[in-house]
């Protein structure tokens, strides 16, 4: 079972809270679950026990964040590197042009290598708690164009990152989160998951801690800063057996009439 953690960065940024900027998605919504879109999502968990009441499984969530109005994590992996690389080619072939012109008045040549500093863009700084994805990279928009310091505000922000899960569900030994390793580069190789325990009926509500970056500048240097926030969501457990989600019937065959051979009944 997934969730999705939509969030509007930009806004919660802004607000400096997640509440009314975060929108919760799961796949179960034809098995129950409640309030899909918005900030106060419902999961729906249906149990599964053996004919003399004991637990026959669990379920599986998986939390997966993504960011509002940013670049989508569907483009390639190295797509910012990639368009940072072109804008230094672009730069370099200017420059040589610029040089191979000898007759070029100096404020004419101060004003073309302005543009073209301006159109290289402007790198985040390095710093200890910015250590990896996000470090030494150019500044994008969501269109994939590099950013230069004066419009710093259409930067696309980092994807969001969830830090912790904790609350009632975990403390009542409910659902059992961790943070696990993953092929998938879409998470940075990282993704939230529990095991629940569908044997206990009732709704128990969780907190996410989520952690955004704000771009700031500081000595003149651009970096990206930690924001931690949290937002709540609920898992509801029932003891309903799980059901087909077109038909909403139970386990066993379709409920597809048989065909009616031609010729016959007439």
Not at 188 to 214: F, I, N
């Amino acid at each position: 079972m997934a969730i999705i953690v939509l969030v509007d960065v930009g806004n919660a940024l802004a607000s400096s809270t997640l509440e009314g900027n975060t929108y919760l998605f799961d796949n179960m919504k034809l098995h129950g679950s409640e309030n899909e879109g918005t900030g106060e999502l419902v999961t729906a968990i249906n149990g599964s026990y053996w004919r003399d009441g004991s637990q026959a499984s669990e379920q599986v969530l998986n939390w997966l964040p993504y960011s509002l109005g940013s670049i989508p994590p569907t483009v390639p992996r190295g797509y910012e590197v990639e368009r940072a690389r072109q804008t230094d080619e672009q730069a370099l072939a200017e420059l040589q042009e610029l040089a191979a012109k000898s007759t070029v008045p100096s404020s004419d040549a101060e004003a073309e290598l302005n543009r073209i500093r301006r159109s290289v863009g402007t790198r985040i700084k390095t710093t200890r708690r910015t250590r990896g994805r996000m470090s030494g990279q150019k500044i994008v928009d969501v269109t994939g164009q590099v950013v230069t310091e004066d419009a710093t505000a259409a930067a696309s922000h980092p994807a969001p990152v969830i830090t912790d899960i904790y609350g009632e569900a975990v403390e009542s030994k409910i659902m059992y989160p961790a943070e696990y390793g993953s092929p998938d580069m879409v998470t940075d190789g990282w993704y939230w998951s529990a095991t629940v325990d569908t044997s206990r009926p009732g709704t128990y509500s969780y907190m996410m801690r989520v952690q955004l970056h704000k771009l700031v500048q500081t000595n003149g240097e651009l970096r990206w800063d930690p924001v931690n926030l949290t937002c709540a969501s609920a898992l509801k457990i029932t003891s309903e057996p799980r059901r087909n989600a077109f038909t909403k019937a139970g386990v066993g065959p379709l409920p597809i009439p048989p065909a009616v051979r031609p010729g016959r009944g007439a």
